[in-house]
């Protein structure tokens, strides 16, 4: 005899703290917000160090920082990314280390459901590297702003997916922030740029990012006058290695909830043309009840009977009604 499968334990909340995390960690139709840790490798440099600050910086507050050394594989063993980021409910992450053979290397990871989707090494250019402090401008953008994204560069646009198709959706989803129905213009204070050069041979082309602030000045019109300014950091990356995502992965990732479809419109429809054509169904109607105009030429003679056989007085002629009265008198 068999002996029965065990069932899965259910977390049952002990307190309405633990359940409004619980009920915040479930499935929900409109995704939260990618919340990000940033880690480090047992050895990293200063470089590494410095730019994984200016990422939680542009981050904040959807970044959670490790001050700890993590020893870490993530194309070997990637586990330990997932616990972390079941733990602190993240699905992205950034980890920095550096080596002999991969110098200054950062590692974007993207998870789905606490599992690792996707990933992708970048090497940082040490020599053009600098940092948000190198630039001395007057402002920086406040906590928690979105930023503008912009990408120029014809392997960003390839119709095939490649490495850097794969880095545009990784920086599209690492810098959009929470999802938003209006903005104020106010908020628009700074830009992230991200460029690459077009491909010479074998070699894989850099990707270069760039920040800049916004300012608008009078410019006489209505239209204000846009200029902007370097804030940093600027950063120039080699591409390293990748991991594609699993297919079916990628496909349940893709997946959107049938509450968000557009419920289609019954008897609506489009022509060739473009335009809308409806049809609508009407019930039996009774024309016996239809109020029409009343008009002299439709009136009843005096020989026509009604429905119950009288001759309307009111339709008599008046030329015999005055004929009527002269005999009388």
């Not at 160090?49 to 920082?65: Q, T, W, Y």
């Not at 557009?262 to 016996?288: F, M, S, W, Y």
Request: aromatic fraction near 6%; hydrophobic fraction near 35%.
């Amino acid at each position: 005899m068999d002996p029965k499968p065990l069932a899965l334990r259910e977390v049952k909340p002990k307190n309405a703290r633990t359940k409004r995390y619980l009920d915040n960690k479930a499935p929900q139709s409109v995704e939260n917000p990618r919340t990000t840790l940033f880690l480090r490798y047992t050895t990293s440099s200063e470089v590494v160090n410095l730019v994984l600050k200016d990422l939680n910086a542009l981050k904040r507050p959807l970044a959670v920082k490790f001050s700890k050394k993590n020893n870490i594989h993530p194309f070997e063993d990637a586990s330990s990314f997932e616990f972390l980021s079941d733990k602190n409910d993240a699905s992205m992450i950034v980890f920095g280390s550096h080596s002999k053979k991969r110098p200054n290397c950062l590692t974007f990871v993207r998870l789905f459901d606490y599992k690792v989707l996707d990933m992708v090494e970048m090497m940082i250019d040490a020599d053009s590297m600098r940092t948000i402090q190198q630039f001395k401008t007057a402002t920086k953008p406040a906590v928690g702003l979105k930023p503008l994204l912009s990408f120029s560069g014809s392997a960003f646009e390839s119709p095939t997916s490649n490495a850097y198709t794969m880095i545009k959706s990784m920086f599209t989803d690492l810098f959009k922030g929470p999802d938003v129905d209006n903005i104020d213009v106010e908020g628009l204070q700074y830009m992230i740029h991200f460029s690459v050069d077009e491909e010479e041979g074998e070699v894989k082309p850099s990707v270069h990012m760039r920040c800049f602030l916004l300012k608008t000045k009078k410019s006489g019109t209505n239209l204000p006058r846009v200029e902007v300014e370097e804030m940093g950091p600027r950063i120039d990356f080699r591409v390293g290695r990748t991991r594609e995502p699993d297919p079916e992965m990628w496909k349940a990732s893709m997946r959107k909830p049938k509450s968000l479809e557009a419920k289609p419109k019954k008897n609506v429809e489009t022509d060739i043309i473009g335009d809308k054509v409806g049809r609508i169904h009407l019930g039996k109607q009774d024309l016996g009840q239809l109020q029409t105009r009343k008009m002299k030429g439709l009136k009843r003679s005096r020989d026509v009977a009604d429905d119950e056989g009288r001759v309307m007085e009111d339709e008599i002629e008046p030329a015999t009604t005055e004929k009527r009265a002269k005999v009388k008198a």
